[in-house]
């Protein structure tokens, strides 16, 4: 039989978990207490974490997850080495904003290996999606109410800006449609999991959209409304366009069950966008999307069109702090301080982030730094793909699915925003990359244990067969010895 968990290990999952549903709460932990109280977290579950390892409490079934993880950790802990010769070498402008992002590293690296060791059967990472919907739909429930109400509040006090849009409890309604794209793909993808093997029929359609998992596709319309709401341009886009090209690709590989995945596949975009979110705001994203201007109109030397955007002026005033240090970077965390001798007069708000992610990492860690971030995300991505193509396991396929369709979607919005500079969405994102690790490595103690029993069931018929035949052998060589004897 499997071997149960210890109690020991049953505290740690639940305390990870509840970790992830704390996250952004307290306004996407974008607050120097709040980095505290994450740090914190993560580092009570590391030191219960080690001492399990320690007294042998933890399942040994661990060691291929965290075998499989071994690069993707390494390269988390080069960068963070590289941080810390920025720190201590004195290579940062800003070495304070450093220092707190060599911490936050450390507990990023921290939270994937807690991840991949911990939830390493199929029930636990079950869980573990389980519990990304649950925040995301909570997100997405206290974001849409509070905008189509009127009330518009944040979790403990009333908002200051980004008022008529949905943004949770972030600040940002951005950071909102970034934290929703990574738990939708997560929603879909353990819905695709869930699913049985059977051929298609449309009562067995009607079944996953009105039965049991109907929960879950209700999280799921919740979340795309949500994200509807939040009038972010590219997080709509960018889940979209993910969720079309990973689906495109699922559909494509998996072709015993391609006419009932194009339907759920379909379903999701039909009845969420055409239908749903018709009500709740897409005409206004449309009409936001339409009217971006990107520049300033100029006619004969006179401007007649502002730009409704600063941040392609950001982009183009931040560059040359991109070739001032190209390989060292100027700091982990130290942009608010470097920018401000390069901008212009037309820069007209002060910015502490780059609002692109790639950008902001390259000025920040350069080349030394960013190269291991940049292949620890890669291989997340092919983690997630290679799973993805498991046609042999609808589980993991469909858990490879939702890894990369969030991975992508993140990516993609990391180009005209700064995600990943907020501690929820980026940890959410490590989240991400351990859930697509062991989408192809966790175990599944259920199925060894039938596999076992089989095999014992296989060897005692076998074993009976032949005590059988020896029987039979033997009865045979009597007969013909007592007639040779006649």
Not at 65 to 85: C, F, G, H
Not at 269 to 286: H, R
Not at 295 to 304: A, L, P, S
Not at 321 to 334: N, R
Request: proline content about 3%.
């Amino acid at each position: 039989m499997p071997q149960p968990s210890s109690l020991a290990e049953r505290f740690l999952v639940a305390g990870l978990l509840l970790l992830l549903l704390w996250l952004p709460l307290p306004l996407g932990s974008n607050r120097d207490w709040a980095i505290g109280v994450l740090l914190l977290g993560i580092g009570v579950l590391g030191l219960g974490w080690a001492w399990a390892r320690w007294r042998g409490l933890l399942g040994h079934h661990s060691q291929n997850t965290l075998k499989a993880a071994r690069p993707m950790v390494l390269l988390l802990l080069a960068a963070q080495l590289w941080v810390a010769v920025q720190w201590l070498g004195g290579l940062s402008v800003d070495s304070g904003a450093t220092f707190q992002s060599l911490l936050l590293g450390l507990g990023y690296c921290l939270l994937f290996m807690l991840c991949v060791s911990l939830c390493h059967t199929r029930k636990r990472l079950s869980l573990l999606l389980g519990t990304l919907v649950v925040s995301g739909t909570l997100q997405a429930f206290w974001g849409s109410f509070m905008t189509l109400s009127g009330t518009e509040w944040l979790l403990v006090g009333p908002k200051t800006s980004g008022v008529g849009v949905a943004s949770g409890t972030f600040i940002n309604r951005n950071h909102l449609a970034g934290y929703l794209e990574m738990t939708l793909a997560c929603g879909i993808g353990l819905m695709l999991a869930l699913r049985d093997g059977r051929p298609f029929s449309w009562v067995n359609l009607l079944e996953l959209l009105l039965g049991p998992k109907a929960r879950l596709r209700l999280a799921l319309v919740v979340m795309v409304i949500a994200l509807v709401l939040t009038r972010s341009r590219t997080g709509n886009s960018a889940f979209f366009i993910s969720l079309l090209l990973t689906g495109g690709l699922f559909v494509l590989i998996e072709k015993q069950h391609r006419l009932r995945n194009s339907l759920i596949l379909g379903s999701i975009i039909l009845i969420d966008v055409l239908i749903i979110s018709q009500y709740f705001g897409l005409e206004q994203l449309k009409d936001r999307l339409v009217n971006t201007q990107l520049r300033d109109v100029v006619v004969e030397g006179v401007v007649v069109q502002k730009s409704t955007e600063d941040r392609p002026d950001v982009f183009a005033y931040a560059y040359p702090l991109l070739l001032e240090k190209p390989l060292t970077g100027q700091g982990a965390g130290s942009f608010e301080a470097a920018f401000p001798k390069y901008p212009g007069a037309d820069i007209r708000l002060r910015f502490d982030h780059a609002h692109n992610d790639y950008l902001q990492f390259g000025i920040e860690y350069g080349l030394l730094g960013s190269l291991p971030l940049a292949a620890f995300m890669l291989l997340a991505l092919w983690h997630a793909l290679r799973a993805l193509w498991q046609r042999q396991s609808v589980y993991r396929s469909g858990v490879g699915f939702g890894a990369a369709m969030g991975i992508i979607a993140l990516l993609i919005h990391s180009g005209t925003d700064f995600n990943l500079q907020i501690p929820a969405n980026a940890a959410t994102l490590i989240i991400l990359c351990a859930i697509a690790v062991l989408a192809g490595s966790h175990s599944h103690p259920h199925k060894r244990h039938h596999a076992r029993e089989t095999g014992v069931k296989t060897v005692g018929t076998a074993t009976a067969v032949g005590e059988a035949a020896s029987v039979g052998a033997a009865t045979r060589r009597d007969k013909a010895s007592a007639n040779q004897s006649i």
